[in-house]
């Protein structure tokens, strides 16, 4: 690896936009997980799809590692330079580049966060509904093929992006997809590179879908006295048909936490909150089928919140539940699990889950996006401690391989990185293979985020 003849070339290409400084490799080389400091060798901030096209031929001519970075709220150690090289922080690019509101279609760059663009879409009457919880930047949600609490009507960044801009290994620049609604017209590469972690390329421009702004929304919460009754009661609001978009489950231990630090007065129970958007009608007919739904399965305490206001406090509530639990138990660190069952196995899932965590004796509050079979534990573990966070470890593990046993898969929605890649041929078998051979098929050179998604081997 020439690194000090790339750091020279990017320093002529650059100027002042490439740092080898220590503040800003180490701003760069942190993760929101219990994943240790990780520094790049350097730092560069390009301003377009040109510079990166370049960056990567110099980083492709010296076999340099090249690693994508956004926001750097990724839960799995995605974007850590764990073989060195350079860390392309692409938050500059970040400009709405063009609104199409008859097609419902927007071209961002890849810098542009979830919040900013539908502050920029507000006058329109559509919006992107993708929502991690983070105020993640569109780029890096595509690249982990992001979900969140409104994928289960909305869908994941999957079902959301229509075309992307690519710049590849050797710094060629191609597009996939297009403005169409369909297409049969060959491989879909956009698919391919959404989900891909920056391991076959660089995103430097996407493509949305956007959603129109529902007329009525209503949220509400309400108690359960057992986490089974909870998950069935989702169970059985999807199986009769009623359209949510957000249902979210929080145990015991997270209702306590958020009367901890939200000052709520939440039944520390397990409780269920959930969201309908639609017309005026069909949101109160919804809300309506599903209060009857919670009556039957034993649910109390039921709140709606009607008002933006009264809305916006409930979901921050949620969105900000995993930092609210670390700050339960100062001076513990998170590793926060993510797994994916069908829904038929949902309740039992999570049961087991629990006796998993209480079996260890760890701290582990429970919550998720039951709608989609997609739950986490957050396990509290003391920084300072080896032996929880290897108790910690196992849990997450062991969830992965229960997930798999239903199933499922070993990750819904915060993708491989390096914490999960272990069990990548557990999940995938012979395909993880194949999985390798597109990767050196695309970057032979194995430059781009080394270390992550695939198998290890020769430029693995």
Known sequence: MALEQAVEALETLLGARISVKRPDREAHGTSEA??????PDAVVWPQNTEEVSAILKICHREGVPVIGWGTGT??????????GGIVLDMMRMDKVLEVHPEDRLVRVQPGVTREALNADLRTTGLFFPVDPGANASLGGMAATRASGTSAVRYGTMRDNVAAL???LADGRIIRTGSGAVKSSSGYDLTALFVGSEGTLGIITELTLRLHGQPEAVSSAVCAFETLEAAVETVQTTIQMGIPMARIEFVDADIARVFNQINGTHMPEKPHLLIEFNGSESSVAEDSRRF??????????DFQWATTTEDRNKLWKMRHAAYSSCIASRPGSIGLLTDICVPISRLAESVERARAMIDVEGLDGPILGHVGDGNFHAILLVKHDDPEELRKAQKIGHDLAEMALEMGGTITGEHGIGVGKRGLMADEHGAAWGVMGEIK???????????????????NA
């Open 440 to 458: 050196r098929a695309l970057d032979p050179k194995g430059i781009l985020n080394p270390g992550k998604v695939v198998p290890d081997g020769e």
């Open 74 to 83: 990724s839960l799995e150690g995605h974007a850590l330079a764990v073989k």
């Open 165 to 167: 801009e690519v710049v």
């Open 34 to 39: 219990w994943y240790p400091l990780t520094p």
């Open 291 to 300: 209060g009857e739904v919670v009556a039957e399965m034993g649910g109390a």
